[in-house]
């Protein structure tokens, strides 16, 4: 049976943005803001006191699966003669506009649910005509009792009522359609017009075996990038306009720990052994939308010289860095994220850790941001349409220079300036004196010759 860890819903009256969490369900909410998110990870290994001398390495993850073979189930409710129950009406869209807003074959050039999965993993995750299918509508009757004999309705939309659907709509699709549901383990369910007011919720966690559900509101049906976050529900981002997991319902790819998460980007990782007390990396990166793995489309800092908790676990989560600029599906990003280094911190280890990523920074050039929990100083230079020059700078304890820090042009403060050239160094070193050396000038020879006096 599949493990629900955590029901998500958002509102359809509220404003369309964040989600926060509210009583076990996903709320709507038109504040702006970093989610929090829990300080879990691996263990931590002492610091290093000497620049490390060690190059990054390329971290990924392997995937969970290549294929999101998708069920598309548009839900209807009718009476024995037919009529539509209370509180319930006709489908707002049809079978063929919704095949049109989930599949890329029928809608060339758009964004729809498959081109989203297609586009934004670069075709490590595909959902399309071959692996995917939307039904024709499936006709529950007003109220029923589950097999445990638990009553339920279409009129009303606790979890129990709508999970109910779902199991009477796959008695329906296996039974009398002949449908194998174990070859479509994501199953989307567009509730009964006027039945639900929630845009979309989904199972996290999700062990395939039960089918990995989600729900679209009745008011939703049209929403691509809802059927986008509630299919990807083996993971959770909330109060993040980066994410397709955490902003509905503009059009956008996942974010940098997501991406990386799910093993369809890879990273360049720092740690203790790469990224030493007062050394400073400065690299190249490239957009996330760049295609490929040619070049680092991704940073993660692994904190390790942060001391672990007694427990063992990690006192500072890992830091993602990545560059989105508005290329395919987000060209519907916020100015305030497009053309922007982005920096993220997030426990996620696996792909499938439901654990949060938290947006901590969206930097423009030559900007920087300060991160004293991992004693980091992250710096833009240039940014172009492809690309991002960006540093980063571990900071000593107590981010203070030293004799030793000056002499050996290390930069403790992380303030971006070494030796001569800062401040704090002028206390342990002598001051350069510039002179101008002379110029020896050759005199020309005087002969010296004897003037007879003139006699008396």
């Known amino acids: 049976m599949a493990t629900l860890i955590q029901a998500e819903e958002l509102a359809a009256d509220a404003s369309p943005g964040k989600w926060r969490i509210v009583g076990g369900y996903w709320l709507a909410s038109p504040h702006r803001g970093s989610a929090g998110g829990a300080a879990v990870a691996a263990a931590a290994t002492a610091g290093v006191a000497t620049p490390a001398s060690s190059g990054p390495r390329l971290s990924s993850n392997a995937p969970i699966t290549g294929s999101l073979a998708a069920l598309f189930v548009p839900l209807v409710a009718k009476d024995a003669s037919g ?17 049109a807003a989930v599949f890329e074959e029928l809608s060339p050039g758009e964004v729809t649910v498959g081109s989203t999965y297609n586009s934004c993993t670069q075709g490590r995750l595909r959902l399309t005509q071959d692996n995917s299918r939307v039904v024709e509508p499936v006709v529950l009757p007003c109220n029923g009792t589950t097999r445990t004999n638990a ?3 279409v009129s009303s939309c606790p979890f129990n009522h709508f999970m109910a659907w779902a199991d009477e709509a796959d008695r329906i699709l296996a039974q009398e359609r002949k449908i194998n549901l174990a070859a479509h383990p994501f199953r989307v369910y567009l509730t009964p017009a006027g039945s639900c007011d929630f845009i979309g919720l989904a199972f996290l966690g999700c062990d395939f075996n039960l089918g ?10 049209h929403e691509k990038q809802a059927m986008v976050h509630e299919d990807s529900g083996y993971y959770d981002e909330y109060a993040d306009d980066s994410c397709a997991m955490g902003y509905c319902c503009d059009n956008r790819c996942f974010n940098t720990p997501h991406m990386w998460q799910q093993g369809w980007l890879s990273a360049a990782e720092y740690d203790h052994s790469s990224l030493g007390v007062g050394q400073t990396v400065t690299l190249t ?10 070049q680092h489309r991704a940073v993660r800092i692994v904190p390790s010289w942060v001391p672990a908790h007694a427990n063992g676990s ?20 916020f100015d305030s994220i497009k053309n922007h280094v982005l920096v ?6 696996t792909a499938r850790d439901p654990r949060y990523t938290t947006l901590r920074a969206s930097l423009a050039a030559n900007a920087a941001w300060s991160y004293p929990d991992a004693d980091l100083v992250i710096r833009t230079q240039a940014l172009s349409a492809d ?10 304890p107590g981010r203070r220079e030293t004799a030793a820090s000056c002499a050996n042009r290390l930069d403790y403060n992380c303030d971006g300036r070494v030796g001569q050239a800062d401040p704090q160094c002028l206390t342990f070193l002598k001051p350069l004196v510039l002179t101008t050396p002379r110029r020896k000038v050759r005199r020309p020879s005087r002969s010296l010759r004897r003037v007879a006096k003139p006699g008396p």
């Open 285 to 294: 990166m490239a957009a996330q939308a760049t295609p490929g793995d040619s």
């Open 314 to 333: 990690a006192a500072v989560d890992p830091i993602f860095v990545g560059y989105r600029t508005g290329l395919g599906v987000d060209r519907e990003l």
């Open 344 to 349: 993220y911190t997030s426990p996620v280890n």
């Open 387 to 396: 690309e991002a020059q960006i540093s980063f700078c571990r900071q000593a």
């Open 83 to 99: 009529t539509y129950c209370p509180g319930t009406g006709a489908p707002p869209i049809t079978v063929a506009e919704l095949e």
């Open 212 to 221: 990995c559900r989600a729900w679209i509101g009745g008011g939703a049906w």
């Open 151 to 153: 009553y339920w309705n």
